[in-house]
């Protein structure tokens, strides 16, 4: 008995520490990438506001970040849950990933974009744009930012889940920690984005990036929940 439990405490010790490395680095590519195709997106719309055809763009990058994030997920996950199908977990989310990133897009609060990209290059980050231009408390931005990320990473959780389900019994669960885990990951980013200094491109890349390295992780941890509960049905 003693034994069994050892190789069961391995087991799980392998799994997280393959979850928060692999998922971390998902998230961590996929956001640079997201993030590079949004500064171009807010550029050029602070050249031409009329052209929306570049938020195509955007939506394109949201696709390939889910890919992305599928790819490296799927790597920790085989190995404990061999049964499931890793096309149609790449295929679901880079499709939630997509609906995600056409919601943002599509929202009405979208329209600040080219006026605040006007400011500054500084100002050209998605997430930083919006906690800048509402004149608002910083606690007030992230409790927003946190109800958004709860919701969208539904999406994502939601859509992951249909292939989940198939394999794992009960597994509901990881709806309700990977959500949680974007609502945290989301108010992350916004508020070290806000807070973070960046006086020139060279700040502002070296705070992008130490941004969405935290982010990523702390949505890793708090993902890693859901993934170590699916273990236990």
Not at 30 to 50: E, K, R, T
Not at 54 to 68: C, H, K, M, R
Not at 81 to 102: E, Y
């Amino acid at each position: 008995m003693p034994v069994k439990r050892s190789q069961n405490k391995e087991k799980n010790y392998n799994l997280s520490s393959s979850w928060i490395i692999n998922n971390t680095s998902g998230l961590f590519f996929g956001f640079i990438l997201v993030s590079a195709v949004g500064l171009v997106y807010s550029l050029v719309l602070s050249m031409d506001p009329a052209l929306k055809v570049s938020g195509y763009a955007v939506i394109f990058a949201g696709i390939l970040q889910g890919t992305i994030l599928a790819e490296w997920q799927i790597k920790a996950l085989k190995s404990s849950f061999p049964k499931i199908n890793a096309i149609n977990w790449i295929l679901l989310t880079a499709i939630a990933s997509g609906l995600v990133w056409f919601s943002v897009i599509a929202l009405p609060v979208s329209k600040i974009f080219p006026t605040v990209s006007q400011e500054s290059t500084r100002q050209t980050f998605v997430y930083t744009q919006a906690a800048k231009s509402l004149s608002i408390g910083l606690l007030f931005t992230s409790t927003i930012s946190f109800l958004a990320g709860l919701f969208l990473g539904y999406i994502v959780s939601f859509l992951q889940w249909l292939e989940l389900g198939r394999h794992v019994k009960t597994s509901f669960a990881w709806i309700f920690y990977s959500s949680l885990a974007w609502a945290f990951g989301f108010s992350s980013i916004i508020i070290l984005l806000t807070k973070l200094p960046y006086t020139n491109l060279s700040t502002l890349v070296l705070s992008a990036i130490l941004t969405f390295l935290v982010s990523s992780f702390i949505i890793s941890m708090v993902s890693l929940l859901g993934v170590l509960a699916l273990k236990k049905k």
